[in-house]
């Protein structure tokens, strides 16, 4: 009986032997299929046929030049950036539950992106230029103010990174005019922690995010926001940041960014709208198209009426 048992051992830990080495041979399998690109401050991985990475390192160093004011105080230790040819293989890299319409995700404190293929990036009817920008934003201003921890409301976040990445996105102002209208606009303080899972509703915190950080600056100028983002670096979190920059905190923000909506987002803002301009074209060509063929049928009617009237020489 003990020779039995002691040859089940032996199996057992001849199986998890086996499991381990396989374990560690899998990563490397894996990484042996991947190429690699680098520049002075990135490291691009990617499958052959998947993307160019000398692009991917020129728009990623193009923007790191864009902002000293974050890059001189960071650590210059390399960002890596990892381009999935699969969406399947988006979400295996990510190890996190994420959304099926995300393209890219940034992981700040370990300095780490992964994107979609580019194909699939297109598909979402968006640039890998600016899905880059924006994630490359996460990690640089999630370096720069890691000290404030989880006091950074998630709305805000995302605004930096719009902000930063001179982002240019039409539909979101055609969400939030949509929005403004119907009053269901989502306050601020409910995209503290997390975006509505539903596509829609994340495309109008998105919108939210970036419009509340250009009325912050068209109101209160580029050197206050700066000047949060200085306070955050230190280690402040927001909420008494804008106390001690703006002198209220976020929930007066909050209203006062409300109340400006409906004045910057009005019935002029909604006739110039992209859906009104096309519908108003759309309405104008079958309009004329209806002036045109009832001017027609009246020549052919007046047609009609001279073939049937005889003429005098005819007459008896």
């Known amino acids: 009986m003990s020779s039995v048992i002691h040859r089940g051992i032996c199996q057992t830990l001849k199986i998890k032997y086996i499991a381990t080495i396989l374990l560690f041979i899998t990563p490397f399998t894996v990484l042996a299929s991947w190429k690699k690109g680098e520049s002075e401050h990135f490291r691009v991985y990617y499958q052959h046929g998947i993307v160019d990475s000398a692009s991917i390192l020129q728009i990623a160093e193009i923007?790191?030049?864009?902002?000293?004011?974050?890059?001189?105080?960071?650590?210059?230790?390399?960002?890596?950036?990892?381009?999935?040819?699969?969406?399947?293989?988006?979400?295996?890299?990510?190890?996190?539950?994420?959304?099926?319409?995300?393209?890219?995700?940034?992981?700040?404190?370990?300095r780490r992106i992964i994107i979609q293929n580019p194909?699939?990036?297109?598909?979402?009817?968006?640039?890998?230029?600016?899905?880059?920008?924006?994630?490359?934003?996460?990690?640089?201003?999630?370096?720069?103010?890691?000290?404030?921890?989880?006091?950074?409301?998630?709305w805000f976040v995302e605004g930096i990174a719009i902000h930063l990445a001179k982002e240019?996105?039409?539909?979101?102002?055609?969400?939030?005019?949509?929005?403004?209208?119907?009053?269901?606009?989502?306050?601020?303080?409910?995209?503290?922690?997390?975006?509505?899972?539903?596509?829609?509703?994340a495309d109008l915190a998105y919108a939210q995010s970036q419009d509340a950080l250009r009325?912050?600056?068209?109101?209160?100028?580029?050197?206050?926001?700066?000047t949060i983002i200085d306070r955050l670096h230190n280690g402040m979190d927001l909420n008494s940041a804008f106390e001690a920059v703006l002198g209220y905190n976020l929930e007066v923000f909050d209203k006062l960014w409300q109340e400006s909506l409906p004045q910057r987002y009005h019935w002029?803002?909604?006739?110039?709208?992209?859906?009104?301009?096309w519908a108003g074209l759309g309405g104008?060509?079958?309009?004329?198209?209806?002036?045109?063929?009832?001017?027609?049928?009246?020549?052919?009617?007046?047609?009609?009426e001279q073939e049937n009237t005889i003429d005098p020489f005819f007459r008896e």
């Open 119 to 154: 194909s699939q990036i297109t598909q979402a009817k968006l640039q890998v230029a600016q899905v880059l920008r924006h994630e490359i934003a996460h990690v640089l201003f999630g370096q720069y103010t890691q000290k404030a921890g989880k006091g950074v409301p998630l």
């Open 168 to 201: 240019w996105v039409p539909s979101r102002h055609e969400t939030l005019l949509k929005h403004v209208f119907s009053k269901s606009i989502i306050p601020l303080h409910q995209l503290t922690d997390k975006f509505p899972t539903l596509h829609t509703g």
């Open 63 to 110: 923007f790191y030049a864009e902002v000293p004011r974050i890059t001189r105080y960071i650590s210059d230790e390399k960002i890596e950036i990892k381009v999935c040819d699969t969406p399947k293989a988006f979400q295996a890299s990510i190890h996190a539950p994420i959304q099926d319409w995300a393209v890219g995700c940034a992981f700040p404190l370990s």
């Open 268 to 277: 002029a803002s909604f006739l110039s709208s992209s859906y009104v301009f």
């Open 215 to 226: 009325w912050f600056v068209q109101v209160y100028g580029i050197e206050s926001l700066w």
């Open 284 to 304: 104008l060509f079958i309009l004329s198209y209806f002036i045109c063929w009832n001017r027609r049928r009246k020549q052919l009617n007046q047609l009609t």
